[in-house]
């Protein structure tokens, strides 16, 4: 069974930073390109970031460019995002996903884990 | 590439046939997926390819369209399908959602 399971969430003060990291099981972890999401309370999905099998392709919504980076473990089955430099509306739910196919959307979701950020 | 989204939001009851449109605001071939969320869950892939229905989807989903008009349709609203629907551009980088729209009970 597919799992993707996210964690580092929690309560941060705007300029400050955050590493989440996702840890994968049930697929070859590898063999897949993964996704960062995210969802501000109330609010819609936005696509964030991509990183492809081998992180030689890494991809950043303008909103976050220069801010976060995406990185990844293949060795332990993890993805992982350093958000640095936070700020208030940065607060949401974010969401790792695989890739389903190449260039293709997201099938498998994590369940999210909350980042606040606020004073 | 921005993706508009309509309704925002309709009221329907079981058994209903709905109907949710994505406009892209540039060609984007046949890359577009469905999504289906409820409230505090992850999304879920519904539909790929406009029109592909994902594994154990059940059929009354379907999506159709290409280029820059696509649809997803309900056919016979169950309990169950009261969520919000995404559509997603995977056409190309950053990727785009639309707005959203949340389907009510009528």
């Known amino acids: 069974e597919v799992q993707l399971v996210e964690s580092g969430g929690g309560l941060i003060q705007p300029g400050g930073s955050l590493k989440l990291s996702c840890a994968a099981s049930?697929?070859?972890?590898?063999?897949?390109?993964m996704n960062w999401v995210r969802q501000a309370p109330g609010k819609g999905l936005e696509w964030i970031s991509y990183?492809?099998?081998?992180?030689?392709?890494?991809h950043y919504a303008d909103s976050v460019k220069g801010r976060f980076t995406i990185s990844r473990d293949n060795a332990k089955n993890s993805l992982y995002l350093q958000m640095n430099s936070l700020r208030e509306e940065d607060t949401a739910v974010y969401y790792c996903a695989r890739e389903y196919y190449f260039d293709g959307p997201a099938d498998y979701w994590g369940q999210g884990t909350l980042v606040t950020v606020s004073s | 590439i921005q993706m508009t989204q309509s309704p925002a939001s309709l009221s329907a009851s079981i058994g209903d046939r709905v109907t949710i449109t994505c406009r892209a605001s540039q060609d984007i071939r046949n890359d577009l997926g469905w999504y289906q969320q409820k409230p505090g869950k992850a999304p879920k892939l519904l539909i790929y390819?406009?029109?592909r229905l994902q594994s154990a989807v059940p059929s009354r989903f379907s999506g159709s369209g290409s280029g820059t008009d696509f649809t997803l349709t309900i056919s016979g609203l169950q309990p169950e399908d009261f969520a919000t629907y995404y559509c997603?551009?995977?056409?190309?980088?950053?990727?785009?959602f639309g707005q959203g729209t949340k389907v009510e009970v009528k």
């Open positions: 049930g697929f070859t972890f590898g063999d897949y390109s």
């Open positions: 990183i492809n099998s081998g992180s030689a392709t890494v």
């Open positions: 390819a406009s029109s």
């Open positions: 997603l551009q995977d056409y190309s980088y950053p990727r785009t």
